[in-house]
């Protein structure tokens, strides 16, 4: 069974005698499934020893968000990660690492990429992912850390706030991970209805229509965009964005650009849901 670590003195003299062996990290909230076990499983081929945290992060949490429904499935999740071939969980409280309360700690904001899409709708969601992250790193101090591409936004944050603060950890981004219909795989894909689920997949398809108008050729991005919103609108999502951007740094795509991603989310119902696909001409 993989053992479960719950403080930062207990984690520390664990990894003790792992530090001349390389480690990788995958940083987790918990509520594993089939995405998160690839990352774990590509982690052991990256390094000797694999650490994988579940920390459901109260500080990227709006205050009228799910950070209370959010799903605590401690004991699957261990077995999950013991047949994956995890060498270890760190399973801190919040008060283990905001020991000052949230409001009370030093935090980590990475300007331009925390503001936009999700992040401006989830306002102070990016600084608690770059502050849980850069937290969770310096505890850790893996040699790799491994992310999945469905948190598009969020990679890129990581990768800036690695860059800007000198971390020598090397991000790795893993490809999404989809189910049979193309629904990307999420925690929060629990909350959907029956009937919300068979929708669900419309995110996926609506992405891929807008990939496929701009490898054909397509340079009129807005109309895509529109598109792609009244295909959601009209199956009754409620689209936030859906966008294609430069997929270096999220900002508006020009004509000639070779790397692009479309982005979107939607609400279903009471589920924020979000995807993207990256469109590489
Ligand atoms: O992607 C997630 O599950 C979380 O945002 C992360 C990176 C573990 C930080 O809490």
């Not at 993989?2 to 918990?30: C, Y």
């Not at 996926?204 to 397509?218: E, K, N, P, Q, S």
């Not at 508006?252 to 479309?262: K, M, N, T, W």
């Amino acid at each position: 069974m993989t053992p479960i670590i719950k403080t930062i003195s207990d984690l520390h003299k664990t990894l003790e005698p792992w530090r001349n062996q390389s480690i990788a990290f995958v940083p987790t909230m918990g509520n594993l499934h089939a995405g998160h076990v690839a990352l774990v499983q590509h982690a052991r081929t990256l390094a000797h020893r694999v650490v994988v945290s579940i920390f459901v992060n109260p500080l990227q949490f709006g205050p009228t968000e799910d950070y209370a429904l959010y799903p605590r499935t401690l004991d699957q999740d261990t077995q999950q990660l013991t047949e994956a071939g995890a060498d270890l969980l760190f399973a801190p409280t919040p008060q283990e690492i905001y020991p000052r309360g949230e409001a009370g700690t030093t935090t980590v904001t990475v300007p331009s990429l925390c503001d936009i899409l999700c992040g401006a709708t989830r306002p102070r969601h990016f600084t608690g992912v770059a502050t849980i992250v850069t937290i969770l790193f310096n505890i850790v101090q893996p040699e790799v850390a491994i992310f999945g591409e469905k948190d598009f936004q969020q990679l890129l944050v990581i990768r800036q706030l690695v860059t800007d603060l000198c971390l020598p950890i090397k991000i790795v981004a893993y490809p999404t991970v989809r189910e049979h219909d193309g629904l990307a795989m999420s925690s929060r894909n629990s909350y959907l209805s029956t009937e919300e689920r068979g929708k669900a997949p419309l995110l996926y398809r609506t992405l891929c229509r807008m990939r496929d108008a701009v490898v054909i050729g397509a340079t009129d991005y807005e109309r895509i965009e529109e598109t792609g919103r009244n295909e959601l609108c009209a199956a009754g999502f409620s689209p936030e964005y859906c966008v294609i951007r430069r997929a270096s740094d999220l900002s508006a795509p020009q004509v000639g650009d070779r790397h692009l991603v479309a982005l979107t989310a939607a609400r279903l119902g009471r589920t924020r849901l979000i995807d993207n696909i990256q469109v590489i001409l």
